[in-house]
């Protein structure tokens, strides 16, 4: 298996534009997760999905930040319009469900806002 | 949910001695605790973990505990070497959930020659 796939890798945008960050999970995993890493912050959780349906947003920091899956094996993380205090490695993870909680993760899509 | 708490945040050994990172957890339903490793730049990598029905796991120069009377896991790796270095994280799941994994805040490992 090729792993959870994470696309682009890096992205270097101005601000006030909108950025699409897009993640493959490993074939056969029900969960997806996105995580957002900075150094101030450290590893935080955004949102997740459980077979295609998200769960729980209450990372996500503002309306400005929206992720869909519209089937088992695409998500997109969408940020519209992008502040330079977005500037982070997003990453992507998947994982089977209950009792089977191994993440994997993505290598990650950095990201810079001008 | 879960909490999960992680001591130390910075840990400095010399080539060869032993790390001890330790974590405790909030949830006493807890059942899967693992362990990951973050080098500079890349994602962060699954390198042991252990279910609670063990109170011990072994991988060569890595090892994990567990208390679950004490609610709490460690990380212990012996005759550290330079790639050791790194950020490791541990995790515990949200067991209101069926795949959530709160993580610690990581601790800085550096290894010195």
């Known amino acids: 298996d090729a792993g959870v796939i994470q696309s682009p890798r890096h992205e270097v945008t101005e601000m006030g534009q909108e950025v699409t960050l897009r993640c493959k999970p490993i074939s056969g995993h029900n969960s997806l997760f996105w995580y957002r890493q900075t150094m101030m912050r450290g590893l935080e959780l955004l949102i997740y999905f459980n077979n295609n349906v998200p769960i729980d947003d209450s990372g996500m920091p503002e309306d400005r930040f929206s992720a869909k899956m519209p089937n088992a094996s695409f998500s997109t993380l969408k940020i519209q319009p992008s502040e330079p205090r977005d500037s982070a490695v997003y990453f992507c993870a998947s994982s089977h469900l209950f009792p089977y909680y191994e993440q994997y993760f993505g290598p990650g899509t950095r990201l810079t806002v001008t | 949910g879960e909490n999960v708490e992680q001591h130390p945040s910075t840990l400095s050994v010399q080539e060869g001695d032993s790390a001890v990172i330790k974590c405790t957890y909030s949830?006493?339903?807890?059942?899967?605790f693992p362990w990951y490793k973050q080098e500079l730049g890349k994602r962060p990598q699954l390198i042991i973990d252990?279910?609670?029905?063990?109170g011990e796991k072994k991988d060569q120069r890595i090892a994990v505990t567990l208390n679950k009377t004490a609610k709490h896991f460690s990380l212990h790796i012996t005759e550290t070497q330079p790639e050791d270095s790194a950020v490791y994280f541990c995790?515990?799941?949200?067991?209101?959930?069926?795949?959530?994994?709160?993580f610690g805040t990581g601790t800085r490992l550096q290894v010195t020659l």
């Open positions: 252990i279910r609670s029905n063990v």
């Open positions: 949830d006493s339903a807890s059942n899967y």
């Open positions: 995790a515990a799941p949200d067991t209101g959930t069926a795949s959530k994994l709160t």
